[in-house]
């Protein structure tokens, strides 16, 4: 399990990246945040990187995992702002830890 927080304006909360599974295709985990659990799904392909999260219907193009300013503003065009931070940051320590490259 792997631990971090996220801010936006004066919120604080923390989150946990859970059940790693990995493959030569994608990497799936468990995200817990801000008192919600969704499974989340991000990928690489020869043109692009990718993430799907299926309970919320969201199926996007990512910029690199570690570009967590642009990966949160695509997020911001189908969640909100607690949600896509969440996400992008957690993909982006996934990177840092080498977990996905």
């Known amino acids: 399990m792997l631990n971090f ?4 304006d004066v ?3 923390q989150n946990d990246i859970e059940e ?12 817990k945040y801000n ?12 043109l692009t990187n990718w993430l799907c999260v299926p309970l919320m219907k969201i ?18 065009r189908e969640t909100d702002q607690i949600t896509s931070e969440a996400l992008a ?3 982006k320590i996934l990177w840092e ?3 996905i490259v």
């Open 35 to 46: 008192g919600n659990q969704i499974t989340v799904l991000i990928g690489k392909s020869k």
């Open 97 to 99: 830890k080498k977990i």
């Open 59 to 76: 199926g996007l193009e990512l910029s690199y995992f570690n570009d967590d300013f642009w990966n949160r503003s695509n997020l911001l």
């Open 89 to 91: 940051q957690a993909m």
């Open 20 to 31: 790693i599974s990995i493959n030569d295709i994608q990497c799936e985990f468990s995200l």
């Open 11 to 13: 919120i604080v909360w």
């Open 5 to 8: 927080s996220c801010d936006y």
